[in-house]
């Protein structure tokens, strides 16, 4: 494999990092701003609005542009956003620096996924690409638990010093080992909306909002709940996202699998299991065992459901997967800003920190009942295409 797959690595582990370490760092910001959880909870949701709205435009972009050129430029900008965090006076400004952020998420990996392919042989794009996510699950394992301790011994403005860190040293390694590559040939963009006429590609998208939402509705009170309800010390937060982390690896590379065996009925499964661990999440999050293995199942369950969900949506836009590819990494973050904000509504309600694992369970039955849906008509499809029978009536 080419060095450079190290260099796009790097730089998914940077953005990894940012996306969640705050989670893990609420209550320090709460404090710091003199603001609710359910308010710094809004940081979260609006890194991933921004995701969301940017990733298209940002994608379309790099069709105009060379992509390392685009890469490194998608470096400087959130290298930009981490900085303004961290410097951040006032709540407003560390909400700008979070969607400024925000803005290289989805076509930094849009971006980097095809980069990565095109750098070694046809046979070995998937690893290639494989390769490059790692740097996004490692974020989770280690980048979120690290950040979070950093941020509870040194104060969370240093952990974002050290995000920026990262950025910088992801713009220099994209820098010195990327080639660079032609201006790729002006992409069809008729073509691209084209396929969002399918409904089947909207049913898939609305999945993944509502699917991954519910992961986020729990997790991003994960450190209050913990301290709060099951008991845990702020130091053993890191430890806990930890083994979120592990899980998420697990789940992932479970989910993969499972979805190139059986798409629709994995799909069906996961969404069951995600709706039932959220469900019971609720129970357990008062005794400091069942809820650290609730942790693991949360993230094992949330992101064994991310391969099969992406996959739904480019089988149905395999006419022009790019910026389907790309709406779809949007949604998995507008999912994860809604059962946010949902949640940070059921808590200042009054119902307590558990609160949100039930918006996060309903959320994902509502996935899973569009997911029927969704294999229903496409069932429906296929035998209404199918040969009739040649007897007629008389």
Do not use: C
């Not at 006032?90 to 620096?97: F, I, N, P």
């Amino acid at each position: 494999m080419p060095l450079a797959l190290l260099a796009l690595a790097i730089g998914a582990f940077g953005i990894g990092t940012t996306e969640f370490v705050i989670a893990g760092l609420l209550p320090e910001v709460a404090r710091d701003f003199g603001v609710s959880i359910p308010t710094a909870g809004y940081l979260i949701s609006g890194y991933a609005l921004g995701v969301a709205v940017g990733a298209a435009p940002m994608t379309v972009l790099g069709t105009r542009m060379r992509r390392k050129h685009l890469l490194l430029a998608l470096m400087v900008i959130f290298i930009l956003g981490n900085v303004l965090s961290a410097l951040a006076p006032t709540y407003g400004l560390m909400m700008a620096g979070r969607i400024v952020a925000s803005f290289t998420h989805g076509a930094f990996f849009g971006v980097g996924a095809i980069l990565a392919g095109d750098l070694v042989a046809p046979g070995r794009r998937a690893s290639a690409i494989a390769l490059m996510f790692t740097g996004l699950t490692l974020a989770n394992v280690l980048g979120v638990p690290m950040g979070t301790f950093i941020g509870q011994a040194f104060g969370w403005r240093v952990t974002f010093w050290v995000v920026a860190g990262l950025g910088v040293v992801g713009l220099l390694s994209i820098a010195a080992l990327v080639p660079v590559q032609p201006r790729p040939a002006s992409t069809d963009i008729g073509a691209e909306l084209a396929v969002f006429r399918n409904p089947q590609v909207w049913l898939a998208i609305a999945m993944t909002v509502l699917g991954f939402g519910g992961v986020f509705a729990s997790f991003t009170y994960i450190a209050p709940m913990m301290t709060e309800v099951a008991g845990f010390s702020e130091g053993a937060v890191s430890w806990l996202l930890v083994l979120f982390g592990v899980g998420l690896v697990i789940g992932n590379l479970l989910g993969g699998r499972l979805a190139d065996r059986a798409l629709m009925p994995s799909l069906y499964a996961l969404l069951a299991g995600l709706a039932l661990v959220l469900a019971v999440f609720t129970l357990t999050s008062r005794a400091q065992i069942p809820a650290a293995i609730t942790v693991f199942l949360l993230g094992a369950f949330g992101f064994a459901t991310v391969p099969p969900l992406q996959k739904r949506v480019l089988d149905n836009a395999a006419a022009a997967p790019t910026l389907a590819s790309a709406v779809n990494i949007g949604a998995f973050n507008l999912g994860n800003a809604l059962a946010a904000w949902l949640g940070g509504l059921v808590i200042t309600a009054g119902l307590g920190y558990t609160a949100p694992n039930w918006v996060g369970a309903l959320l994902a039955a509502a996935a899973l009942a569009l997911a029927a849906l969704s294999g229903l008509l496409e069932r429906r499809t296929v035998t209404a295409a199918a040969p009739r029978s040649e007897m007629q009536p008389v």
